[in-house]
């Protein structure tokens, strides 16, 4: 063979390489490959819940001094929906709603007195609730509950008795089980160490750790989350990853300390940011990110009275525990390369309440018929094949409606400011209304040219109220 020949030889054995090793791969077996769907199992589902992260706190979002590059990422590869609802502006009634899909006083998990669940609380989500998990159980999906559950600390209530395969967490939140030697009022939040707080880390119904050191509850959280994944890589799954932050007390690990420009509030955000690039990362490399759904949301607005501890509503009005939009609408970013269209912007009426229908119907599963549900399937306008089908909100505080939604426009019947602040109720018996889509600042009040539009929302609650049957009030009860 010439110099020539040989030449030519190797470099078409090369150019071969090369062309092979760039062509997409396909799916072998059970395996589906990172740019090929695997169409013979249902979608995977995976929901991330923030804990008191506002609207205004994810730089796609606006925040000008907290970094958060995958959820940035994650939204321009997928879809932002700038008009997300929780079930409750505060974390237990909340968590409630996504996970039944129904509004927190049809299972009694919501009070007027006792707004979330406490360490002493004898009352739980009632076993006779559908979870999400259990809906997906029933079509084979593993599941895994990774966080804050706060739906019932007791034996009965905890995840692994309502459909959850296996859990690891806390099971409320990270302020609870305070110790009397800490220092008083909010002086323990302004300087938070671990021993300030005797809150236990569970692994399925036994404590492992207390109290839990929650530097590094992020970071353990993300890190039992891709355990779950790997391991169930060939199967069907359902992941909740819950963290329990940023609810005060703020802490994160020692790779995150002065992290942010924004202080201590925005290392815990920037943490939580890289925990969801850690999660985006683990399905892309396995191959499974063409066939899971990932959500991205927080269960209620901004601990405002924690002022630079409490996050930001952005342009939003007002924060956790209200029923402005600052309480109740949430940052929400969708993400599931080759369905959702990367990119887009949901303006449509979302919530938490149709995670549940939309998952079912993504895994082929069936609704519960024997409840009312709230939510609705909303995969149409996440697919961009039809709009959202919610086109209402009703905006609970305890178990009165405060508020109502149709359309564009918010009437508040009542109004009161968050948690921990001069509340000042006040009942309005023409109630206020605001057309959110135009001023979701809630400030101009266009009562007065808009009748025929309270009329509506005074019927529509009226309907709602009827058929309304709440359940066995749960916050209440206390262990003797």
Known sequence: MSSFSRVFFLASIFTGIYIWQCLPSVAVGSQPSAEQPNRDQPANVVIIFADDMGYGDIASWGHPTINTPHLDRMAADGQKWTSFYVAASVCTPSRAGLMTGRLPIRSGMCSNTR??????????????????????????????????????????????????????????????????????????????????????????????????????????????????????????????????????????????????????????????????????????????????????????????????????????????????????????????????????????????????????HLAGAELPQDRVLDGYDISPAMFGTGPSPRNQMFFYRGVQIYAVRLGPYKAHFITEEAYGSNTNRQVHETPLLFNVEVDPSEQWNVASTHPKVIDEIRNLMARHRAELQPGEPQLEKRIP
């Not at 991205?296 to 924060?319: C, I, K, M, V, Y």
């Open 115 to 360: 707004r979330v669940l406490f360490p002493d609380s004898a009352g739980g989500l009632p076993p006779d609730e559908v979870t999400i998990a259990e809906v997906l159980s029933q079509r084979g999906y593993a599941t895994a509950c990774v966080g804050k559950w706060h739906l019932g600390h007791l034996p009965q209530y905890l995840p692994i008795r309502q459909g959850f395969d296996q859990y690891f967490g806390m099971p409320y939140s990270n302020d609870m089980d305070r110790v009397a030697s800490a220092p008083p009022g909010r002086q323990a939040f302004l300087e938070p160490r671990i021993s300030y707080w005797n809150a236990p880390l569970m692994r399925n119904e036994e404590v492992i750790e207390r109290p839990a050191d929650q530097t590094t509850l992020t970071q353990r959280y993300t890190e039992e989350a891709i355990r779950f994944i790997h391991a169930n890589r060939h199967r069907p799954f359902f992941l909740y990853l819950a963290h329990s932050l940023p609810h005060v007390p703020l802490f994160r690990s020692s790779g995150f300390v002065d992290h942010s420009r924004h202080g201590l509030y925005g290392d815990v955000i920037e943490e939580i940011d890289w925990s969801v690039g850690e999660i985006l990362t683990t399905l892309r490399e396995l191959g499974l990110a063409k066939n899971t759904w990932v959500v991205f949301t927080s269960d209620n607005g901004p601990w405002l009275t924690f002022q630079e501890q409490g996050g930001s509503a952005g342009l939003l009005r007002n924060g956790k525990g209200s029923t402005w939009e600052g309480g109740m609408r949430v940052p929400c970013v969708m993400w599931w390369p080759g369905r959702i269209p990367a990119g887009t912007v949901i303006r449509d009426m979302g919530s938490t309440l149709d995670i549940l229908p939309t998952a079912t």
